[in-house]
């Protein structure tokens, strides 16, 4: 029941994505909002792009593509987050466009209700703690120069990258799962 109403309030966090603007400015669509604890990571993208989520813990590198509309999420034991930055990109325009950094153990510590990456060129990131804004400092970008750039476009490489990763799905059954005891049958004992 705990995990059904935590997923809920998740999902409820990030069903309307916020806009912070400027005065007077036309607000940049947000693309992506994202909501970190000690042990749940969930994102949604907004856009109708694919956005690329690039993860780094030590010197391992790897990434999920969220299709547009489509959410992510991770359920993981406390203190997992520990060295753990990510970043978000997507191809538009002929270009990466990319958010720099975030580290999740510092964004979980705050105790960020979301945050929130901004369509514009530059990519802001927002943090959210109540009902207030804050530009998310970001560091140098996870991005490896070997991963498809602007000259790759339409190459095997770059459509990889993009390709939302396909999630088998269980089938339900009336049959028993897993490991289960043997079948007992009826049998009268031996004499003694």
Request: proline residues 9%.
């Amino acid at each position: 029941m705990l995990k059904k109403f935590v997923a809920l309030a998740t999902i409820v966090a990030l069903s309307v994505p916020i806009s912070a603007v400027e005065e007077g400015t036309a607000p940049e669509p947000v693309e992506v909002g994202i909501s970190v604890t000690s042990t749940r990571f969930f994102a949604r993208n907004f856009s109708g792009t694919n956005q690329v989520l690039l993860f780094e813990s030590g010197g391992t590198l790897l990434w999920r593509t969220l299709a547009p509309g489509c959410d992510l999420s991770w359920n993981f034991p406390t203190q997992l987050l520990t060295g753990i930055r990510f970043e978000v990109a997507s191809w538009t325009g002929g270009a990466w466009r990319r958010t720099g950094t975030i580290a999740l153990d510092q964004v979980a510590a705050r105790g960020t209700d979301a945050l929130w990456i901004q369509g514009n060129f530059s990519r802001t990131s927002w943090s959210e703690i109540g009902s207030a804004l804050f530009v998310e400092d970001t560091g140098a970008s996870l991005f490896p120069p070997s991963l498809p750039g602007a000259s790759s476009a339409g190459t095997g490489g770059e459509a990889a990258l993009l390709a939302p990763i396909h999630v088998p799905v269980i089938t339900p059954s009336d049959e028993p799962s897993g490991d289960v005891p043997p079948k007992i049958e009826v049998r009268p004992l031996p004499p003694v």
